[in-house]
């Protein structure tokens, strides 16, 4: 059983810098690409930042870019998301995902590529 554990978020002011984790367990535990995605009240999920593993290739949304830096320990199986210059509508659940399953030609960037899911944390950037 893969389970994945997201920490890190909470309360910060605008400009302000955060850094979330995901902890991935599991006997048989192997990922493809690891991705951040994040959804706020009222909207649909999306795609924030995703790496692959053999390649440390990454992808950002538009939105992120030059702002978060997506990052893993391999040997700790923990992926990273360091999120500075925060901005009020950066707020929402921000959840991780891993695709262990397929190999896609492109690091994937909509959630229904992911198989496993953490429970989410909550990231709240005042103004």
């Known amino acids: 059983q893969v389970q994945l554990v997201e920490s890190g978020g909470g309360l910060v002011q605008a400009g302000g810098s955060l850094r979330l984790s995901c902890a991935a367990s599991?006997?048989?535990?192997?990922?493809?690409?690891m991705g951040w995605f994040r959804q706020a009240p009222g909207k649909e999920r999306e795609f924030v930042a995703a790496?692959?593993?053999?390649?440390?290739?990454?992808k950002y949304a538009d939105s992120v870019k030059g702002r978060f830096t997506i990052s893993t320990d391999n040997a700790e199986k923990t992926v990273y998301l360091q999120m500075n210059s925060l901005k009020p509508e950066d707020t929402a659940v921000y959840y991780c995902?891993?695709?262990?399953?397929?190999?896609?030609?492109?690091?994937?960037?909509?959630?229904?590529?992911?198989?496993?899911w953490g429970q989410g944390t909550q990231v709240t950037v005042s103004s």
């Open positions: 995902a891993a695709d262990q399953e397929t190999w896609y030609s492109s690091i994937p960037l909509s959630a229904l590529e992911y198989d496993y």
């Open positions: 599991g006997r048989t535990f192997r990922w493809i690409d």
């Open positions: 790496i692959r593993y053999n390649s440390g290739d990454r």
